[in-house]
């Protein structure tokens, strides 16, 4: 266990073995925390042993070089997989990650976040850890720079990887070519363009959230990325959905175009040959028409919100999506069954609904109010539009 601190900083790494925290030891003498303790046990005498750089300075700098006095990595008991080596910095007040900060020391879980301060991490700061780093977290800094963006490709073991809350402008190519990353995670940042490399080679990506950044298009690699389960775009400001940016995600779970600028939705544009149940989340987006073209030659949703959108009519084109979802018998753990959201101010019920108010199977899947009547749509008398609707 590395820890090193200087109010109101505290820095460690933690090796967790069978679910237990080793706690670090306080100096009482000069009531400081010993900078630089690294605790590792070995595989087979599991005796502990302790490196230690003191400190008696009250002020926090920069990071100790700390020399690994491990010869190799631990293991958990029982033969199992690599221990978890965790490095956290955070709350401090450190300006920058210089390059080859930990000496030889290497991490699984690196966790740099809420320093206020740190506006630059060097391209070799976590160059001991190039073989083992599998978690990185970086939110909540000062970065206006991607971190490591040289360097990024060479984690080859890198599985989650979060630059949130940042003030990143550029995804840079070096965002590439990760064959283990599970998730990515950029939201909260300034992020205007994508370099047209980035995001590609990442086979294995299954969340990736870009929500509350700046990007006025959607750039097309977005389609190239087969394993996606998850993708968060809500709160940018892009306003066309180009034809075909989901063409590539066969196991697209959720999509949330949410507070967006989404006034156009192209032809195909948001047909995707998923084979699971998906949603996509409209709401709050300036959208006034939505045709069965937008899903076209690929599977309809499942769970379709519309709230608080530019709709002002349910035309018969809904006819088709309401179809879908009444020949589906499933229950979400979250979304229930599947269901259309509508609950609009500019939203008529008028003789244009009667295909659905008359349809009291379709009708079961659709949640909502119109406004001139500001009733429920389930609520609404079939009988009436029989009778005064031709």
């Known amino acids: 266990m590395i820890l090193a601190t200087g109010s109101p900083c505290m820095v460690y790494t933690q090796l967790i073995m069978k679910k237990k925290w080793m706690i670090p030891k306080v100096d009482r003498s000069t009531n400081t925390f010993l900078r630089g303790i ?43 997989g690599d221990a978890v080596v965790r490095l956290v910095v955070m709350s401090s007040e450190l300006p920058a990650l210089e390059d080859d900060s930990f000496g030889n020391v290497s991490f699984t879980h690196a966790h740099v976040k809420y320093n206020h301060a740190l506006a630059r991490v060097s391209p ?12 990185l977290d970086l939110r909540n800094n000062n970065l206006t720079a991607f971190p490591l963006a040289e360097q990024l490709g060479a984690f080859r073991r890198l599985q989650y990887l979060s630059v949130d809350d940042n003030g990143v402008e550029v995804v840079p190519e070096g965002v590439s070519g990760l064959e283990q990353l599970l998730h990515l995670s950029l939201a909260n940042n300034r992020v205007e363009s994508l370099h047209p490399r980035a995001l590609t080679s990442l086979p294995s990506l299954l969340h990736l959230d870009l929500h509350s950044n700046r990007l006025l298009a959607l750039p097309p690699q977005l389609s190239a990325l087969p394993a996606l389960r998850s993708l968060l775009l809500w709160d940018n ?33 948001l047909a995707t040959p998923t084979s699971v149940p998906w949603f996509v989340n409209l709401k709050s987006t300036p959208i006034t028409e939505l045709t069965t073209s937008a899903f076209i030659n690929g599977t309809p949703p499942y769970w379709l919100d519309l709230r608080e959108t530019g709709l002002r009519s349910l035309d018969q084109s809904f006819q088709a999506i309401l179809q879908h979802m009444a020949s589906k018998n499933i229950v979400h753990i979250d979304w229930g069954k599947p269901q259309l959201w509508l609950e609009n101010e500019d939203l008529a019920c008028d003789c244009s609904i009667k295909w659905l108010v008359t349809n009291a199977t379709l009708l079961k899947h659709v949640s909502g109010r119109c406004n001139d009547k500001n009733i429920n749509l389930r609520f609404l008398d079939p009988d009436y539009f029989n009778i005064f609707c031709f």
């Open 124 to 135: 070799h700061a976590l160059r001991s850890s190039l073989a083992t780093l599998r978690v």
């Open 38 to 80: 690294m605790y590792y046990e070995r595989p087979r005498d599991w005796n502990k042993r302790l490196v230690t750089q003191s400190t008696t300075n009250g002020t926090f700098g920069r990071l100790p070089r700390v020399a690994a006095a491990a010869r190799g990595p631990a293991r958990r008991r029982g033969g199992g």
């Open 237 to 269: 400001a892009f306003a066309t959905l180009p034809a075909g940016f989901l063409g590539g995600l066969h196991n697209l779970e959720f999509l949330d175009l949410s507070y967006t600028g989404v006034k156009e939705i192209q032809p195909t544009a």
